[in-house]
């Protein structure tokens, strides 16, 4: 069965990897909103994390999550202080209606005719809990966090005080936090962006393109759907995703995430972007607990994610950060069996991590 026209011809000119700036600041940020979701992401993150107070985290929360759709730029910016003054000498209300815009137009938890019906914008702000219905309606229960966006909706009523609170926050941590950390990596992002720019992907059709880019096995189930609808997909390194690939929306525009790498078959390697990429696989195993997981399917073949649970005697939520990162780094498929979650070991992920150990390692 042949994969959609737009996956099956895209152009250099559509579809490439590139450093965005604001992009990929953003897509740390909201690495630093996620807690213990993402386990194994980059030191900077957790350090981070450990140095911001309660107020600081809620706020960059507030902004990053809470207002995601109002601060994504919908054009390239060449750095984050450009952008942001940019930001800063907006219409507040053309930055707060951006943002209902996209809400409209989103529909993952509601039936299509709610989402054709339109929207009646008096009737979803005319209160805290009319807008947070609004958002469990348009986007379920799960992906709403109903404290958060109670606050945010204060900011939503009030464009001039959200435009304020977006461009404070933003400013404020980029100048105390991440504008070192950008200084640190963006030589070695250029040099990544700068490998797979040299890298000859004209024959290859997205799906391929994005496995050969992140070096991760992506599901054609998961990611076929969102490619197809895509006008434009970027490809973007970043410093601190560690193992994980995730996805940003900006219009038409898809923008995925993955860790800063060179490609495998790569003529020049640069020990740092090794090094990285090696350090994201390898921590998945520095852990008793996940070996012992990767042991036991290894031993018996594929497992539900309750029989990991009983087998390990851990809570659900810690076994599901275990295979979270195990997923991610590759060396675990997961698929949906009897409407359960199943787990196989990836015995090639595993042998090309060994490789590049020893590759890094012994030349």
């Known amino acids: 069965m042949p994969l959609p026209a737009a996956i099956e011809q895209p152009t250099r000119e559509q579809h490439r990897v590139s450093l ?22 980059g030191a900077w993150i957790t350090q981070t994390r450990e140095k911001l107070t309660a107020d600081e985290l809620f706020n960059l929360k507030l902004v990053i999550i809470g207002f995601h759709f109002a601060i994504l730029p919908q054009k390239d910016w060449a750095s984050f202080p450009d952008y942001l003054d940019n930001l800063e000498k907006r219409d507040p209300v053309a930055i707060r209606n951006k943002m209902l815009d996209i809400y409209a137009d989103v529909c993952i938890a509601c039936e299509e005719e709610v989402k054709t019906a339109g929207v009646n914008w008096d009737e979803v702000l005319s209160s805290s809990d009319a807008y947070v219905d609004f958002l469990v309606q348009r986007f379920g229960q799960d992906l709403v966090e109903l404290d958060m966006e109670t606050k945010a909706y204060e900011y939503v009523v009030d464009p001039p005080a959200m435009q304020k609170l977006i461009v404070e926050t933003l400013r404020g941590f980029w100048n105390e936090y991440l504008s070192a950390e950008w200084m640190r990596t963006e030589s070695l992002l250029r040099e990544s962006v700068k490998a797979f720019r040299s890298s000859n992907l004209e024959n290859m059709n997205l799906l391929e393109m994005a496995r050969y880019i992140t070096g991760q096995d992506i599901e054609k189930e998961k990611w076929s759907h969102i490619f197809e609808h895509a006008d434009r997909v970027i490809f973007m390194p970043n410093p601190h995703i560690g193992p994980y690939v995730t996805r940003m929306f900006s219009g038409n525009t898809v923008t995925m995430v993955f860790g800063a790498r060179l490609p495998d078959d790569a003529s020049v390697r640069i020990p740092e972007l090794d090094r990285a990429d090696i350090v994201a696989r390898m921590s998945a195993l520095a852990d008793d607990t996940r070996l012992r997981i990767l042991q036991m399917i290894a031993e018996g073949g594929e497992l539900r994610s309750q029989d990991i649970m009983e087998e390990v005697g851990l809570s659900q939520p810690s076994v599901s950060r275990y295979l979270t990162q195990l997923t991610a780094t590759g060396y675990l498929q997961e698929r949906r069996v009897n409407g359960s979650k199943a787990y196989a070991l990836n015995r090639d992920r595993i042998e090309k991590t060994l490789k590049a150990v020893h590759k890094f390692l012994l030349g």
Do not use: D, F
């Open 20 to 41: 965005q700036p604001v992009r990929n600041a953003i897509a740390s940020m909201m690495l630093l909103t996620k807690g213990n979701e993402m386990p194994g992401t």
